[in-house]
């Protein structure tokens, strides 16, 4: 089964970048679609963004859309969120996990997810 470890938050202005990565281990992340997702402090968690197991189809909530770029190496078993434009609004642990529901802009978890730590990512002047 694989596992997932997310990295790369942190404190950024306004209007900064961070690029989010989803390390895999334990088994090859190819065959998986993957997905982000954010949980702001008292909110449900949300899905951002998706990609398919070859990296051919993307898909994003429209809060993200046009700022947000995910996309994948499945040589070096890793996905990745490039997050541009960032705004306060954005604040929130990222998480990401493998075989979401992706459909046009909704991106759901599998209800099966073992959620990892997240990383946290905070935007603030």
């Known amino acids: 089964q694989v596992q997932l470890v997310e990295s790369g938050g942190g404190l950024v202005h306004p209007g900064g970048s961070l690029r989010l990565s989803c390390a895999a281990s334990?088994?090859?992340?190819?065959?998986?679609?993957i997905g982000w997702f954010r949980q702001a402090p008292g909110e449900e968690r949300e899905g951002i963004s998706c990609?398919?197991?070859?990296?051919?189809?993307?898909y994003y909530d429209n809060s993200v859309k046009g700022r947000f770029t995910i996309s994948r190496d499945n040589g070096k078993n890793t996905a990745y969120l490039q997050m541009n434009r960032l705004e306060p609004k954005d604040t929130a642990v990222y998480y990401c996990?493998?075989?979401?529901?992706?459909?046009?802009?909704?991106?759901?978890?599998?209800?099966?997810?073992?959620w990892g730590q997240g990383t946290q990512v905070t935007v603030s002047s």
């Open positions: 334990g088994s090859s992340l190819a065959s998986y679609a």
């Open positions: 996990a493998t075989e979401p529901t992706c459909f046009g802009s909704i991106i759901i978890p599998n209800p099966r997810t073992s």
């Open positions: 990609i398919n197991s070859s990296g051919r189809s993307t």
